[in-house]
């Protein structure tokens, strides 16, 4: 890996002094601000919570409904079919009433056809006696019809009775049915109210963590320029995109992972550049410093660095833990090694490898 020449050092520009009573008030800024944002947060999780609570209640009433509403329908379409074969044999025994009545009725006439008959033969015993019997006969054939009907009409009240009983039971299924209809209709219009609730929530939700990424884009602007005024114009320190790049032989010797005294001072910049930015930045905006190691493809296996994955990482990790001595808090800062795998320059010259062993500082939402 190529070492690049120490270049002399330019004199410091003193920018701070006239910002201190502004990083002051914005601090308390936005304390406030973050105070609020957890405030919110906090609230809608409770909301959002209490409302899955109470849908996974609802659901569990409507179910239990729904196999109530199953088993009364079930017992409903028992008690047609019952009714049903009680109101055929209703049917018959009616018809059968009917049959036993024109019995009866011929048995009437075949009597008075007899007793005319009696009161003819008056005066013929043999006759009369004759008559008699058919007499007597046809009135205990007359009786035992007389007793069947009764019997017949008996069992007809006892059917009409249990077809009364049905139809009640009947009514009140229906209206138990009716009143579980109305259950789920109101059980599902609560369901679609919480259901909007809960799209509103949502979308408000949406709505503020947009707003909370639009302003660290800010910050994130604020910083890349803040550092661009301190650090000046050099071809091994560029930003690209969101991220701010220094080329690894600005801040370390080839093969090692110790920051070089000038890497130091480029650095001691960036921490108070980190420092100015973060105090801007509202408390409850969760946010961190990522430090990206990268080396370029040529593989690496000393007795310290197996593989340039370890270079990578042990080199991020000087930069973080660099950065915390000069006092950034090391809640916002994160360091990972990726390191040949993600080249900005595919080539295989000496240029490409340079571009591609990097480090890269970028604000960004954890």
């Known amino acids: ?61 409507i179910n239990e409904l729904t196999n ?17 074969q009680l109101t055929a044999q209703l049917q018959a025994a009616l018809g059968e009433r009917d049959a036993l009545n024109a019995k009866l009725n011929e048995a009437n006439a075949n009597l008075s056809s007899a007793n005319a008959q009696l009161a003819e033969a008056a005066q013929d015993k043999a006759a009369r006696a004759e008559l008699e019997t058919k007499v007597t006969g046809l009135e205990s054939r007359l009786a035992a019809a007389q007793g069947e009907i009764d019997s017949r009409n008996q069992r007809l009240s006892e059917a009409q009775s249990t077809v009364d009983d049905l139809n009640r039971q009947l009514l009140a299924l229906r209206q138990q049915l009716a009143q579980i209809a109305a259950a789920l209709d109101a059980s599902e219009a609560k369901n679609k109210d919480q259901q909007v609730q809960l799209a509103d929530l949502g979308r408000r939700l949406n709505q503020a963590l947009a707003s909370k990424v639009e302003e660290l884009a800010r910050y994130r602007s604020e910083f890349l320029g803040r550092l661009r005024a301190v650090l000046g114009d050099r071809p091994d320190i560029r930003v690209i995109g969101d991220r701010f790049v220094f080329q690894s032989e600005v801040l370390f010797s080839p093969g090692s992972a110790d920051l070089s005294d000038d890497a130091k001072r480029q650095l001691a910049a960036v921490a108070q550049a980190v420092t100015d930015i973060s105090a801007k930045i509202p408390g409850d905006m969760n946010w961190v410093l990522a430090v990206d190691g990268f080396t370029d493809k040529r593989p690496i296996n000393t007795p310290q660095f197996r593989s340039n994955w370890e270079l990578s990482t042990a080199r991020a990790l000087s930069v973080v833990r660099y950065l915390v001595a000069q006092g950034v808090a090391p809640d916002r800062l994160a360091a990972a090694g990726f390191g040949e795998y993600q080249p900005i320059d595919p080539g295989d010259g000496e240029a490409a490898y340079q571009r591609n062993r990097r480090i890269e500082l970028k604000l960004t939402v954890p």
């Open 1 to 61: 890996m190529a070492i690049s020449s120490r270049r002399p050092r330019r004199p410091g520009i003193d920018i701070w002094p006239g910002f201190v009573d502004a990083l002051s008030q914005l601090v308390m800024v936005i304390i406030f601000v973050l105070l609020v944002f957890t405030a919110g947060q906090f609230y809608l999780t409770n909301a959002l919570s209490g409302r899955d609570a109470a849908l996974e209640r609802l659901t569990q009433q």
């Open 68 to 84: 109530i509403l199953a088993l009364e329908r079930s017992n409903s379409a028992e008690i047609k079919v019952t009714l049903s």
